[in-house]
Structure formats: structure tokens, C-alpha cells
């Protein structure tokens, strides 16, 4: 079975419009005992999976207690993250991961899907503006 996302159209100031791979996800709060569904960018290049800070209030993550503080890098630089201490449920469709997670500290990044725990974990395939997951 495969599941299969439509990359989104974005602008962009360098190329006037650019598609890219986003997939709903679902993370579970275990402090409010709901499934929270975040449009994510899937990228691999992203060591692990990242939400903007804003996700924390509403997945019940206190950062303080929950998290433990450290700094990561990419192209835009350095930065403050929380990573979580425990992994997380993760859902694409039917098929749930345990992940890690970070929060960053700032909401100016879109969330990012990584590899560790869930892209690793599919088959994925980019073509012709379409994302496919399969299970390995």
C-alpha cells in the first residue's frame, strides 16, 4: 500500500513560484489525550523532525520539564531547540512511529518531517509534484 501527497505551490522571491513536498502528520498529545494533524515539509536533509514553537502549547509539551535544551544548525544558522525527552506517537495515514522530536525557538521555520524514527523507516518517493510513502 502507498500513500501519495501533492506537493504545494509556494512563492518564492528567487523563482517566482516553487512546489514542495508537504504530508499531513498526526502527533499524539499524551497530555490532552487528542491527535494533533500538522502540514509538514518533508525533508530529507533534516536530521529528525522539528515543530515550530507554537506546536508545544498545543501538544501539552512543557518546555522546562519536558524538553531538554540544545543548539542546532542548518542553512539558516544556529539556533535554540528542546529536544523532547521521550519520543512521540507520529501517524502518516495508518502507520504510526515513535519519533524524536525538537522545538524550536522561534516559529519562522515551516515544520519539518525528518528522517530519524519516521522517513527512514518508508519507502519515499518524490515525482512530478507528488510525495509517495510506502512501508518498507
Given amino acids: 500500500m502507498a500513500f ?5 505551490e509556494e512563492p518564492s522571491s528567487m523563482f517566482g513560484s516553487v512546489h514542495r513536498p508537504y504530508a499531513p502528520v498526526l502527533f499524539w498529545s499524551e497530555k490532552r489525550k487528542r ?5 509538514m515539509l518533508v525533508d530529507t536533509g533534516a536530521d529528525y523532525t522539528i515543530l515550530p514553537k507554537r506546536y508545544a502549547n498545543r ?3 512543557n518546555l522546562s520539564e519536558d524538553t531538554a535544551r540544545r543548539s542546532t544548525s542548518g542553512v539558516g544558522g544556529s539556533t535554540a ?5 521521550n519520543t512521540i506517537r507520529a501517524k502518516i495515514n495508518t502507520w504510526e512511529r515513535k519519533v524524536p522530536l525538537g522545538i524550536l525557538d522561534s516559529n519562522s521555520i515551516p515544520p519539518l518531517l525528518g528522517r530519524q524514527g519516521f ?4 519507502k519515499v518517493t518524490f515525482h512530478k509534484h507528488v ?3 510506502e512501508d518498507k
Fill in 4 to 8: 501519495k501527497f501533492t506537493f504545494r
Fill in 35 to 39: 491527535w494533533l494533524r500538522v502540514f
Fill in 59 to 61: 501538544l501539552g509539551i
Fill in 81 to 85: 531547540i528542546y529536544i523532547l525527552r
Fill in 119 to 122: 522517513l527512514e523507516t518508508f
Fill in 131 to 133: 510525495t509517495i510513502f
